[in-house]
């Protein structure tokens, strides 16, 4: 069923979003309406003081989620490139993000370009409720979205999807719980730098690049998706970073290497502090499973 493998997605995507607090809409509407009503508004990147980078991995995390918080905001690109044959990965992702708040609050884009299976998927993360549509087709008649929430998950009519959805929202909490707390970058914290940083220019901007490996049998307790990586074999996994004066990440990369195939995941990081509103969609297209 296409519903589960989007949402899957969403679930995985949110939490690839390394280097962004997640953040979201206190209190948010369940359905339609702004979300964002009574936040503090964002701190762009230009008012931000400049600071020292650490020299180890855990402080500079430390850093970089205190400077994501403090612009409360950022936009993200994320592509991911790999495999082989049908097994091929191509696929772009656009996300907006409030990174200041306690509940996860993101707007994404997902574009797959498997040429045998090409689509769209739209995702709306708020007020601890996600909403999907791909390709816009209707769930049910005038009905493009899909609403994913914990009340979903409870309708005894659902069974047995709404043991698999539970285990879907737990997937996005515990993403999202991680990018709020650690900026994402759980496997730059868990892993040790080659060599000293480099400085760069990266678009324009002035960066110190930082590039370094981590045990994938070492993110057990920080993110069970690596974890398993290393129960087939996975050793070390190479990763590189991008961090402005401002503390700010520019650019993440991840490399992931399984069966003789390499998957590259490149997040690039933009207009942190700029003026971002995340809303549900409007609740007459939203389509409740199980109603």
């Not at 057990?220 to 503390?247: M, N, T």
Request: proline share 7%.
């Amino acid at each position: 069923m296409r519903l589960l493998a989007v949402s899957l997605g969403v679930a995985l995507v949110v939490g690839g979003l390394s280097g962004c607090s997640g953040g979201s809409d206190e209190g948010g509407k369940p359905q339609g309406g702004s979300g964002t009503q009574g936040q503090a508004p964002p701190t762009p990147a230009a008012a931000l003081a400049s600071v020292a980078l650490p020299g180890q991995p855990g402080p500079l995390v430390d850093l970089i989620s205190r400077q994501a918080r403090s612009a409360g905001t950022v936009h993200a690109e994320i592509y991911t490139t790999g495999g082989e044959g049908a097994q091929k990965i191509d696929e772009k992702t656009t996300a907006q993000m409030r990174t200041g708040v306690r509940s996860p609050s993101a707007q994404l884009t997902i574009v797959d370009a498997n040429p045998s299976d090409p689509s769209t998927t739209e995702a709306i993360v708020t007020g601890g409720t996600v909403y999907t549509r791909v390709d816009g087709q209707e769930q049910a008649p005038g009905k493009p979205w899909v609403r994913l929430s914990r009340k979903d998950a409870a309708n005894p009519e659902l069974k047995p999807f709404a043991k698999l959805l539970t285990g879907m929202l737990d997937g996005v909490d515990q993403a999202m719980a991680q990018l709020s707390t650690d900026t994402g970058l759980a496997l730059v914290r868990n892993g040790s730098f080659e060599g000293a940083a480099g400085n760069e220019k990266l678009d324009g901007v002035a960066v110190h690049s930082y590039s370094g490996s981590t045990p994938a049998s070492s993110m057990k307790e920080s993110d069970p998706a690596f974890d398993a990586l290393s129960q087939i074999g996975v050793g070390d996994i190479p990763w590189k970073l991008w961090v402005d004066g401002k503390g700010l990440p520019q650019k993440f990369q991840v490399e992931v290497a399984t069966q003789g195939t390499k998957t590259v995941h490149v997040v690039t990081y933009k207009q942190w502090g700029e003026p971002l509103t995340v809303e549900a969609p409007p609740a007459a297209k939203v389509h409740i499973l199980g109603a």
